[in-house]
């Protein structure tokens, strides 16, 4: 994936000198760290082979909560409030997601599309059009930077860094990749099911939450409809990052530089002078040729594909 961006990079400053200025550079790592963020969410979610289609509603819903809390004139008791308020928003849509695919047998595609069309209600009725100026120091504050970096950014890769060494070293990132893997078999090793599955939609929320409050300082006002692209968005950069579609085998650093390569790829619209639609159809292309790659090598290797995003199949109890 790197290795990818670069060359797009070096391709993209021969066609338009002005790719690689300082400008450019940072708006395009400014606006691949929400990606990169929400996409991370989604890796634990993919890993445990489910998928979560309300990260882009709940994005967007985080930025019409801010709309109400973040703005100039607030105390830091409702400043604080509200950032209180979206995390508990997101914490209740984790909770209810694993628990309608591990309780209550959804599979994640109808439990999470579901969500999905609950939280986008819940923002238009909030903010039936763009509403409520997020106060200029809590922006300056949230997207500060260091040169053509945002300090964000960094904070994301040192996320991405620290979440894929627990990955496989930790007790929760073997039991993720165990779930994933094969649910019966990481039951019978000990491995509590509910508590890997919930959490993982637990963390995609909290991790959507936080690009939420990065989009939040990006487009300055409460728009219920910022959020929705980013379901999308995230799972290309999950799935170009290396993370399998069919559980147990990932990469949040990965994850990350497939957010980067993601947002040039949009970027690429701009400079190229086409039209928005290629920037869908760009994404929709990466996901099948990375789908198709992965599948095929799963193939070769002798493993037989589960079903898709199917979820679970074996009853594992809630130990």
């Not at 985080?62 to 008791?77: H, L, Q, R, W, Y």
């Not at 309780?103 to 069309?117: E, N, Q, S």
């Not at 819940?122 to 059009?129: G, T």
């Not at 509910?194 to 959507?208: N, P, Q």
Request: aromatic share 10%; net charge positive.
């Amino acid at each position: 994936m790197l290795g990818l961006a670069i060359i797009v990079a070096v391709g993209l400053s021969i066609i338009s000198p002005y790719f690689l200025t300082h400008n450019n550079i940072f708006n395009v790592l400014d606006q691949s760290v929400v990606i990169g963020i929400v996409a991370v969410g989604m890796t634990f979610v993919i890993l445990t082979g489910g998928i979560d289609l309300s990260v882009g509603p709940l994005t967007g819903l985080t930025v019409v909560i801010g709309s109400f809390f973040e703005n100039d004139g607030k105390g830091p008791a409702e400043i604080i409030a509200g950032f209180l308020v979206m995390l508990a928003a997101a914490l209740v849509v984790g909770l209810f997601n694993g628990s309608l695919v591990h309780y209550a047998k959804f599979t994640p595609i109808v439990a999470t599309l579901v969500t999905y069309t609950a939280l986008q209600g819940v923002s238009l009725v909030l903010r039936p059009f763009q509403d409520g100026y997020i106060s200029f120091a809590i922006i300056n504050g949230i997207s500060d930077s260091a040169g053509p970096v945002a300090i964000a950014f960094v904070a994301a890769v040192a996320a991405a860094v620290v979440l894929e060494r627990g990955l496989h070293r930790a007790r929760w990132g073997r039991s993720v990749r165990a779930v994933g893997s094969d649910p019966a078999a990481a039951y019978r090793l000990g491995v509590r099911p509910a508590a890997t599955v919930i959490g993982a939609y637990v963390a995609c929320s909290l991790f959507a939450c936080l690009g939420g409050i990065l989009l939040m300082s990006q487009v300055g006002v409460g728009d219920p409809t910022q959020g929705v692209n980013y379901t999308l968005a995230s799972v290309t950069a999950v799935v170009l990052g290396g993370t399998s579609i069919y559980g147990g085998r990932g990469s949040f650093v990965g994850t990350l530089f497939g957010a980067i390569l993601v947002e040039q790829l949009l970027n690429v619209t701009t400079f190229l002078q086409l039209s928005q639609a290629w920037q869908y159809w760009f994404e929709g292309v990466l996901v099948m040729v990375a789908v198709g790659v992965y599948t095929q090598a799963r193939v070769r290797s002798g493993r037989s594909p589960r079903t898709v995003m199917s979820g679970p199949t074996v009853s594992m109890g809630s130990r």
